[in-house]
C-alpha cells in the first residue's frame, strides 16, 4: 500500500518517507537540554581518552581548520555546540560522545509519543522509511535505536547526513533520491524547518511541516503541514495507527 500526495487533483502515490529528527520526531528541548548538555560534560574527558583515535584526530583536524585563528579546538566545538552549528565534524564527535551515554542508559532517546505507532504502521504498509538529519548517522542510529520506544532502527532504509550536503540545499535532497533509486516526487519529507522543506519542494519532493506548537515551531505557511505523524498520515493517505491514550500527542 502507499500514501498519496495531498494537494493533487488526482492522488499519486507517495512511496517514500524522509524525515528530519529534532522537531520532527524528537523535541527540540530534549537535543537541547539532555544531548547537547551531555556531550559539552564529556567533551574534555572524551578528547583525552580517545587523543589517538584516527576518527576523533581527524575530526579535530577539520576543527583547527575551520576555527578562528589561533582558537583553541574546545573552545570552539563548545562555542559551535551553544550555537547549534550544523559542523560536519562537531556532529561526528558528538555522536562519538553521545554512544557511552545511551550504553550506560544515562540518555534515552526521545520520540514524541505519536511517532513510533505511525513509523510502525507505514513500515508495515510497505512505505519505505529513512532519516535524514544534521546529526552523525551514528547519531541518527543511537537515537532510534535507544529510543523511549524501544529499537526502532529496523524500520528504516536508510540514514543520511549532512555527507549528502546541507539540508537547506536542494541538491542534498536529488542526492538522497538518487540514493533510494526513486524519482523525488515518490518522497514525501518531513522537517519542521521551513528552508529545509523549501530545499526538498524545488528537489521535487512532497513536503510536510511538523509544526509541533509545544516544541515552539510557527508554521511557514509554505507547505502543507500537520501538528504530528497521524496528521501528516491523514493528510497524505498514509496509514494511521490506532493510538492508546499514552501515545497520543
Ligand atoms: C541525530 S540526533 C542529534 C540531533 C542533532 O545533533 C542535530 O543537529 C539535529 O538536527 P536535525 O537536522 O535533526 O534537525
Ligand atoms: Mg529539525
Known sequence: M??????????????????????TTTSIAFVKDVLF????????????????????????TAVRRAAGAGED???ALRRWMAEDAKFGPLKTLQGLMWR????????????????????????????????????????????FGHSVAGDLTGLFGG??????????EAASYAAIAERLALPSD???FLSDVAEELDA??????????????????VASGRHPQAADFPGVAVAFGLPVPRLSQGEAA
Not at 511538523?210 to 515551531?217: A, F, M, N, Y
Open 100 to 143: 557511552a551515554g545511551y550504553a550506560s542508559g544515562e540518555i534515552t532517546g526521545h520520540l514524541w509519543p505519536d511517532v513510533a505507532p505511525c513509523l510502525r504502521a507505514w513500515a508495515r504498509a510497505g512505505i519505505g522509511l529513512n532519516v535524514y538529519s544534521s546529526g552523525s548517522v551514528a547519531a541518527q542510529k543511537l537515537i
Open 37 to 60: 548538555p551531555f556531550a559539552e560534560r564529556s567533551l574534555d574527558g572524551f578528547l583525552d581518552a580517545h587523543a589517538d583515535d584516527p576518527e576523533v584526530v581527524a575530526c579535530l
Open 200 to 217: 526538498a519542494k524545488t528537489a521535487g519532493y512532497a513536503t510536510c511541516q511538523l509544526v509541533r506548537s509545544e516544541d515552539g515551531t
Open 2 to 23: 502507499s500514501g498519496l500526495r495531498s494537494g493533487t487533483a488526482s492522488p499519486v502515490p507517495v512511496s517514500a518517507v524522509l524525515t528530519d529528527i529534532e522537531g
Open 186 to 188: 515518490d518522497i514525501l
Open 73 to 75: 579546538p574546545r573552545a
Open 159 to 168: 540514514f543520511f547526513d549532512t555527507a549528502m550536503g546541507g539540508k537547506r
